[in-house]
Nanobody, 122 residues
């Protein structure tokens, strides 16, 4: 069983930064890819970023490339999403997820956190 708990969301002005954290429990964390997705009000949940178990492989959605950075520390069972140059279009609930394969598809992930709200104001 895997449990994921996100934190770090909040209200920030456009151009600002936030750092989201996801604390994971479960023996397979260190060998599992970890991903972030987001869901804006009235929209489908969409892929944001994913990191492989060794941190050597990452992938980002085009909308966040160059602004967001995903990282992890297997010793701390934690994955982070550093978000810079935020815009109102980044407003969403952000979810942490883990699964068995490195993927950018929502359906490939088995475990999800409860989400953390990020709101970017003008």
């Amino acid at each position: 069983q895997v449990q994921l708990v996100e934190s770090g969301g909040g209200l920030v002005q456009a151009g600002g930064s936030l750092r989201l954290s996801c604390a994971a429990s479960g023996r397979t964390f260190s060998i599992s890819p970890m991903a972030w997705f987001r869901q804006a009000s009235g929209k489908e949940r969409e892929f944001v970023a994913v990191i492989g178990w060794s941190s050597s492989r990452t992938e980002y959605a085009d909308a966040v490339k160059g602004r967001f950075t995903i990282s992890r520390d297997n010793a701390k069972n934690t994955v982070w999403l550093q978000m810079n140059s935020l815009t109102p279009e980044d407003t969403a609930v952000y979810y942490c997820a883990t699964g068995r394969i490195f993927a950018n598809e929502r359906g490939k992930y088995d475990y999800w956190g409860q989400g953390t709200q990020v709101t970017v104001s003008l």
